[in-house]
C-alpha cells in the first residue's frame, strides 16, 4: 500500500510538471482574451503577435546573474557626473517653459523632473533599442518566471498601439519593455502619460513636452508628491545605534519626535512629517539620511533607496549648476545628452 501510494504521489507530481503551458497554449489564451475582454479582432491580434520575433539576447539579459552589488559611493559616480549635470542644465534650458508649467500645475519642480531623465535615458539619448513589441512577446511567452507580468504589459502594449494609432511593430524600447525618455512600462504609460503640447499623441519617445508632463503627472498621481515639501535631509547623530529605525523601511511611517528622541538632528524636517531613517553602505562607512514623502514619491519611479538618492542628488547638482549659470550663457542647439559618461 506504502509503494502504491507513493507511486501515486510521483505521478501526481510529475503529472503537475508536465502539465506547464506551452508558449503556444498561452499566446492562443493571450488572443482569446484580447478578443473576449478588450474587443479586438483574432486576426488583428494574431497577426501582430506573428510579427513579434523571439529575441535570444532579451532572455539571455533578464536571466543573467546580478552584477558585484555597488555600495552608494560606487552607485553614485555613475549618475553624479559633470557630463550627466551639464547635460540636465541644457535640457532644463532648452525646455524651461515646458518645466515651469509643469511646476505650476503639479508641483514638481523642473530638477526633479529633468534628474528623472538623466538617470534614465540620459536626457533620451539612450532608451533601449528593442522593439517592445519583440520585447514583451519573448518575455511573455518564453520566460515563465515572470511571463505573467510581461503578458499584463503586452495587454497594455496593444491596447494604447490602438488608443494612440501607433503601428506596434514601431516603438523601441528597452529589453524588459520599459519605453521612451523616461522609460514607462505599458500599463504606465496608460494611466500617466499625457498629451501635454495638445497635438492629440501622448509621445514619450520624441515630444519632450508629453515627456516632462507624463513624469510630472506621474510623480502626483502614483508617488503622491507633495507641492513645496522637502525630499530629504541629512540625518545628523544618527549611528549603528540606530539600527531598529533603519529597519522601519523607507516608507516614511515615522515621527520626527521619535528620531530626535533618539539623539538625530531634525531641525531641517517638518515636525508635522511622516519620515525613515535610510542607511546607506559608502566607502567611508555609514551614512545615514532623514526620507520623507517626496523621497518615497522617488521610489514610487523605482523602489531602490540608492535610485531615490540619485534622482535627488542629481536633481540638486542640475539645479544649482542651472541657476549658476543659465542667466549668463546663451541658449544654444543641442542634443539631448552627453556620450561621454
Do not use: C
Request: charged share 25%.
Amino acid at each position: 500500500m506504502k509503494r502504491l501510494l507513493l507511486l501515486t504521489t510521483v505521478l501526481l507530481f510529475t503529472g503537475m510538471t508536465v502539465q506547464a503551458k506551452t508558449p503556444d497554449q498561452l499566446r492562443a489564451e493571450f488572443i482569446d482574451l484580447m478578443v473576449d475582454r478588450h474587443g479586438f479582432s483574432r486576426d488583428e491580434v494574431t497577426r501582430t503577435l506573428y510579427k513579434a520575433q523571439l529575441r535570444r539576447p532579451i532572455l539571455e539579459a533578464i536571466a543573467r546573474p546580478a552584477e558585484k552589488t555597488l555600495n552608494w559611493t560606487e552607485y553614485r559616480a555613475i549618475f553624479l557626473k559633470p557630463s550627466r549635470i551639464d547635460g540636465g542644465v541644457s535640457f532644463w534650458r532648452r525646455h524651461a517653459d515646458t518645466l515651469a508649467r509643469a511646476e505650476r500645475e503639479y508641483g514638481v519642480p523642473p530638477h526633479i523632473i529633468v534628474a528623472i531623465l538623466g538617470v534614465e535615458t540620459r536626457y533620451g539619448a539612450i532608451t533601449g533599442k528593442y522593439r517592445v513589441l519583440d520585447a514583451l512577446h519573448t518575455l511573455g511567452f518564453h520566460y515563465p518566471r515572470r511571463g505573467k507580468f510581461f503578458r499584463e504589459q503586452l495587454n497594455h502594449f496593444l491596447r494604447f498601439s490602438r488608443e494612440e494609432k501607433i503601428d506596434p511593430v514601431v516603438p523601441t524600447g528597452s529589453y524588459a519593455g520599459a519605453m521612451g525618455m523616461p522609460q514607462f512600462m505599458p500599463d504606465s504609460f496608460r494611466v500617466y502619460a499625457v498629451d501635454y503640447d495638445g497635438d492629440g499623441r501622448r509621445d514619450i519617445w520624441d515630444n519632450p513636452q508629453d515627456v516632462i508632463g507624463s513624469v510630472a503627472n506621474y510623480f502626483v498621481k502614483k508617488g503622491n508628491w507633495k507641492r513645496g515639501q522637502p525630499v530629504t535631509v541629512p540625518a545628523g547623530g544618527a549611528n549603528a545605534s540606530h539600527q531598529g529605525l533603519v529597519e522601519a523601511g523607507a516608507k516614511p511611517r515615522l515621527k520626527p519626535a521619535e528620531l530626535a528622541a533618539a539623539g538625530i538632528d531634525t531641525s531641517d524636517v517638518p515636525q508635522d512629517a511622516a519620515v525613515s531613517l535610510i542607511e546607506f553602505h559608502t566607502d567611508d562607512g555609514q551614512e545615514y539620511w532623514i526620507g520623507m514623502d517626496n523621497f518615497y514619491a522617488i521610489m514610487r519611479y523605482n523602489p531602490r533607496t540608492m535610485y531615490a538618492m540619485a534622482v535627488f542628488q542629481l536633481g540638486e547638482a542640475i539645479r544649482e549648476r542651472y541657476e549658476h549659470t543659465v542667466a549668463r550663457t546663451p541658449v544654444t542647439a543641442n542634443v539631448a545628452g552627453p556620450s561621454n559618461d
